[in-house]
């Protein structure tokens, strides 16, 4: 998969949220977003993701144009902000619900995912009940249970332990290896460091530098 941003700048009113952002995307690489609340991180990772379209600029996915040619990029995860589950049904029959949309995974792929995060697919605990980690947790496990090629995760390790971010570590490296693009933002630098191949800086909506990591 590669994706290319092309010039893209978003208009919310009078407020310039993105400012002529450029940047291209590879398969296999993990991508770290860094920079302030305000910077217009969630929001370029949100119009990645198709759900808020560019007031000037083009997105490309593999050659097609995002919101043109199709509405959300294929085969894709993500975790933008706080996860939204029904609170009244359990993480397992979140997932369930989520996952019949597209069916393309039965019920041990859930299983399997909830375990990956720390959860466990027989507890009947509702989503009302969990606690922030918790929830986290499930978004997180929403994200990557149908085995995307692209992943998308906005201050993924939010509300976590140290052990659940170990983990979490762990599922990236191993999505990476299987040849996933993966886009991440994080406040803290040393985990974006620890992770990404390459990270953008951001800053006041505009791609301020981009740097090369040493693993």
């Given at each position: ?63 097609k144009i995002l919101g043109k040619d199709f509405s ?37 792929a859930i299983a399997e995912a909830l375990r990956k ?99």
């Open positions: 998969m590669q994706i290319k941003v092309e010039n893209v700048t978003k208009k919310i009113g009078q407020a310039m949220v993105l400012n002529q952002i450029n940047m291209e995307l590879e398969s296999g690489t993990i991508y770290g977003l860094k920079g302030k609340n305000g910077s217009g991180k969630t929001m370029l990772m949100r119009m990645v993701c198709g759900l808020i379209l560019p007031t000037h600029g083009r997105i490309m996915i593999d050659g959300f990029p294929p085969n894709a995860g993500a975790l933008i902000e706080t996860p939204g589950f029904l609170g009244g049904y359990s993480g397992f029959d979140n997932l369930k619900m989520l996952t019949d949309i597209q069916q393309k995974v039965d019920d041990t995060v720390g959860l466990d697919p027989e507890e009947k605990k509702k989503y009302k009940k969990y606690s922030l980690g918790m929830k986290q947790k499930l978004g997180i496990a929403a994200a990557i249970v149908e085995d995307p090629e692209l992943i998308v995760l906005d201050e993924p390790t939010n509300a976590l332990d140290e052990g659940s971010v170990e983990r979490l570590r762990k599922i990236l490296l191993e999505f990476k290896e299987k040849g996933a693009l993966i886009l991440l933002s994080s406040h803290d630098t040393e985990e974006l460091k620890y992770l990404s191949d390459v990270i953008f800086y951001m800053e006041n909506g505009c791609l301020k530098e981009i740097k090369e990591t040493v693993s």
